[in-house]
């Protein structure tokens, strides 16, 4: 049994603001590593999701700004922690290499087989239970690819496959403003390169053709948002750290 304070539904979530109509949805009672950053983009004709987070208490009961306009919802990847309210929302998208992980989120794909338990968490959701978490099946209506367009009416993010850290990975890059919801493949803290479906060397090859994306602003998938210069840091100090180890930096033909 789990010694940590109890946190209910209405204390679990937190929206905080940013600049450009993002804001950052989060559990802040989840340690940083596992907390998944839940990205809400308003647009003219519709707003969007990209993540739903660890599923435990509803999304669209706790949290009305997702409830207040038409949203497409978008999965960065299919790991449980960026997947767990998904099937609260009728529009949803996932890349084509995944989708048949969000229809069928099995524990042992997902990754929670290996991080879900008791030690995510400061302080414990109300009515937890490791061994009876799972999350339900979301079949996408809109398989992407890269290049594909998320069309919010007045706003326009590029599809950016990312293979590396799970095969269907995205990012979403809104040119006008800079912006790139980047999901897993880069954030502000330790790259996971070795859970079920990682690949190391498409990693590598996804970091290397991403560096020079004229990046703004970065809202990862964890931790806190960057700018351009530690956007491309964190790009080159994985790279470095793969050369050392052996692997190929070299883009295939």
């Not at 497409?72 to 922690?81: I, Q």
């Not at 293979?163 to 269907?168: I, T």
């Amino acid at each position: 049994m789990s010694t940590l304070p109890v946190i209910e539904a209405s204390d679990w979530y937190e929206t905080i603001r940013m600049s450009d109509d993002v804001t950052l949805i989060h559990e802040p009672w989840i340690k940083p590593f596992f907390r998944c950053n839940v990205w809400h983009v308003r647009g003219r004709d519709r707003d969007l999701l990209f993540d739903t987070g660890l599923g435990h208490f509803s999304l669209r009961r706790h949290v009305p700004l997702v409830t207040e306009r038409k949203l497409v919802c978008v999965a960065s990847h299919t790991h449980f922690d960026h997947i767990g309210c998904h099937h609260e929302f009728p529009d949803r998208c996932v890349h084509s290499a995944e989708a048949d992980i969000l229809a069928d989120p099995r524990n042992e794909w997902t990754v929670a087989d290996r991080y879900a338990n008791e030690e995510m968490f400061d302080r414990s959701p109300e009515g937890w239970d490791t061994a009876r978490y799972r999350i339900l099946p979301a079949p996408a209506g809109h398989l992407l690819e890269h290049g594909d367009v998320v069309d919010l009416g007045d706003r326009a993010f590029d599809v950016i496959h990312t293979p590396g850290h799970s095969p269907g990975g995205i990012a979403l890059f809104e040119k006008k403003t800079g912006i790139l919801l980047s999901g897993d493949i880069v954030y502000d803290g330790p790259l996971i390169d070795d859970v079920y479906h990682s690949d190391i060397e498409d990693y590598v090859e996804t970091l290397l053709a991403m560096r020079d994306i004229d990046v703004s602003i970065v809202h990862g998938g964890h931790f806190p948002s960057f700018g351009k210069v530690r956007y491309r840091q964190l790009i080159d100090e994985y790279l470095v750290h793969k050369r050392k180890a052996g692997c190929h930096l070299q883009r295939s033909s």
